[in-house]
């Protein structure tokens, strides 16, 4: 059996998700080799190669590679897959956007957002907001598979000297072009890989009041998180929303202030390790799954947690 | 401009779900049924381009058993003009019709109504697969804008933001293209009762998937569907300083 790791990447520095990728391929067993797609991406191939347990480093560098976009990359995947038994991409957007495109065009049912390998052919996912865990089995020739990073662990970044292999790209769709990018600039931590994140919810009541969160977040080196309720009020920016619609963390610690807990969010942070919870509601369902909660007014709990940190 | 909305019959999103006993699934006797929300939001979203002056006529397609007619009506009280129900008694939701069948029926339907634009849900809330619209685009050689933020279409250019990881990234398209909403997109409208009673008598065609030449054998078998393992939680503290010394001294996490 061989494996293609689609690699996840801006040109310049490989995404974590991506070594966790990696550490799902290893749980397949076979010769793992990964494909680095972009523009000017060669830093990127080098360090693909250095990854423990790599055989094989496939280098596409054109200019309609360099901001990953599915009309381009779908037709490289797709080309390239069918000398590989399994094709697996990170379940980031990243990942959810170009794989599907693949997968159609090598008439193959992807298996989106495993988090766990049964077998070669067998997978676990959650369904209906991680409500249920469906363990299916594919019938396909080559498995397409997004991988739920949270729940493997990343592989080494170094160890490895894989050779790495140049190919052509599949040339210009024509179909779609990058306009831009608006990055959040943040010196925080990267939210689905950060060691602590804090999260707050519609308890907090205004976007000044987020920064209370900030405070904490910022006292622990943490990262900032947040429910549906607090990014539909307005409070904070979409890309932190936690939960089933926004991101999956499962770090070693998660603060939840003032978030009741409904089914959503749960899906998004309950593999967390420790997890925390500020609520002044005692009935409110955070609780259910917190190991250490605490009652109170959020106002008056979290700048006395910062300072006695 | 005609826009092409697929929909889906989902559990409402409201609802907790319980796992069969028999492990074959989720059990979906005497559950409410709604539009998956993703759904809801592309259905408003072609509404809004229509009110705009941008878009003639808005044709709302489902693929389910006979009562998925409820949720195309509730799409035709948001304001799609017509329906069409792809009639199928297999599963929806697990181990019956997958998102590439799901695909292959919408490209025969696209090749048949001819939109120029399709806008769907990014994912349904029960699978959670998350596929459709991109194999869609696939099969159909067409752009792709998913997990969309904000639609401006000006003539044949559609350009979307998307709510990516690290932010939003905004794409041009070349129409025909496949849009898939994300949640931030709009806010669906509450239907009103003349509306609800208009959509009661708007055309709904009801179609079998094999006249549109696609099959439905799943080609990913349902082992089990079994509950996610239950988290212990419920311990309290009850100061701070308890708190503080428990995440040092006994979780060791700080």
Redesign the interface.
Known sequence: MSILVIAEHDNKTIANASLNAIGAAHKIHGDIHVLVAGSSCGQVADAAAKIAGVAKVLKADAPELGHG???NL?PLIADLGKDYSHVLAPS???G??????????L???????ISAV?DAD?FER???????????????GIKLITVRGTNFDAVAAEGGSAEIEDISSKGD????????????ESDRPEL?SAN?VVSGGRGLGSKENFAIIEKLADK?GGAIGAS?AA??AGYV???MQVG??G?VVAP??YIAVGISGA??HLAGM?DS????AINKDADAPI?????????GDLFE?VP??TD?? | MKILVPIKRVVDYNVKVRVKADQSGVELANVKMSVNPFDEIAVEEAVRLKEAGKASEIVVVTIGPEKAQEQIRTAMAIGADRGILVKTDAPIDLGGVEPLAVAKTLKALVEKEKPDLVIMGKQSIDDDSNQTGQMLSALLGWSQGTFASKVEIDGDAVKVTREVDGGLETLSLKAPAIITTDLRLNEPRFAKLPDIMKAKKKELEVVEPAALGVDYTPRLSIVKVVEPPKRVGGGKVSSVDELVDKLKNEAKVI
Do not use: M
């Open positions: 976009l599915a009309e779908a980031s957007t990243f959810k956007n170009v794989l599907p495109r693949a997968a159609a065009l008439d193959v049912q992807q298996i989106s957002d049964i067998t959650p369904v209906y907001a991680g409500n249920a865990i469906a363990t299916v089995k594919s019938s396909d769709s024509g179909l779609s072009s990058f306009d831009k990018l608006d990055v959040v689905t602590i622990l549906r990014v539909d920016a979409n890309d089933q619609t991101k070693s610690l089914i959503q309950k390790k420790v997890i925390v609780f259910e799954i917190a190991d250490y909660g605490l009652v709990i006395e947690l006695k940190l």
